[in-house]
């Protein structure tokens, strides 16, 4: 699986959008883009994810680059309840689907009021 | 339909003493995934279950440690004789189908955190 970049921590200020970067240099043509959260002592949930395309849902949108080397995780309008780690991780969807996620150590994101 | 539910949530074991914790996937979910979370540290894989079958086990410590799924009943991860270094947050995650596909995500749980003293 590709590896990915993400800075360790954010601020963002309640309302405001929040704009989590992740670079995945070496991502292969396959290869999805995935995003997870975990709030404090909380299991991780799923947010997102996409292939090529920009994609969006009720929590947020994905913007990848055309080359498919780095992605944008947007939460249009943060709120406290958003502050958690955002994981970016890529897998190969395909036949050897074994849950085994990889994720690294994700980006911090504080919203602050 | 609940979520994925894992109990306990906390649990305290002596050093040396067996740690069984469990889960149930959502209603529907036949694919069950263990992950664990030292302290500080990412989400690390450790095992992936299918009904009555271990799918892969890459990520299991080769001793001490075991999970199954039994046709009826909760997933079940077991490790013997615990040591403090098994202190940690593990979390199951179910999915419908494998996972990941493009057409189906994992849910996870609320995680069991296990205090070796």
């Known amino acids: 699986d590709a590896k990915t970049t993400q800075p360790p921590s954010m601020d963002c200020a309640e309302g405001r959008a929040a704009n989590l970067p992740c670079n995945h240099s070496?991502?292969?043509?396959?290869?999805?883009v995935y995003w997870y959260r975990q709030i404090h002592s909380q299991g991780p949930q799923y947010i997102i994810h996409?292939?090529?395309n920009n994609e969006t849902n009720e929590m947020a949108s994905l913007i990848i680059t055309e080359d498919r080397k780095s992605s944008t995780l947007i939460l249009p309008h943060a709120t406290l309840r958003d502050t958690a780690v955002y994981y970016c991780?890529?897998?190969?969807?395909?036949?050897?689907?074994?849950?085994?996620?990889?994720f690294g150590q994700g980006t911090t994101l504080q919203v602050k009021p | 339909n609940a979520g994925v539910m894992q109990n306990p949530r906390h649990l305290v074991r002596r050093r040396g003493q067996e740690a069984r914790l469990r889960c149930s996937p959502m209603?529907?979910?036949?694919?069950v995934y263990w992950y664990r979370q030292l302290p500080e540290e990412g989400l690390k894989f450790m095992v992936y279950?299918?009904?009555?079958?271990?799918?892969?086990e890459s990520g299991m410590p080769k001793e001490r440690f075991s999970a199954e799924f039994p046709k009826e009943g909760p997933s079940i991860l077991r490790i013997q004789q615990v040591v403090r270094g098994d202190s940690a947050a593990y979390f199951c995650?179910?999915?419908?189908?494998?996972?990941?596909?493009?057409?189906?995500?994992?849910?996870f749980g609320q995680g069991t955190r296990l205090t070796v003293v």
């Open positions: 996409g292939l090529k």
């Open positions: 070496t991502i292969s043509g396959n290869e999805y």
């Open positions: 209603k529907g979910h036949s694919h």
């Open positions: 995650a179910s999915s419908p189908q494998p996972f990941p596909s493009v057409n189906t995500e994992a849910f």
């Open positions: 279950l299918q009904k009555e079958n271990i799918i892969d």
């Open positions: 991780i890529v897998r190969v969807d395909g036949s050897s689907n074994t849950g085994k996620l990889i």
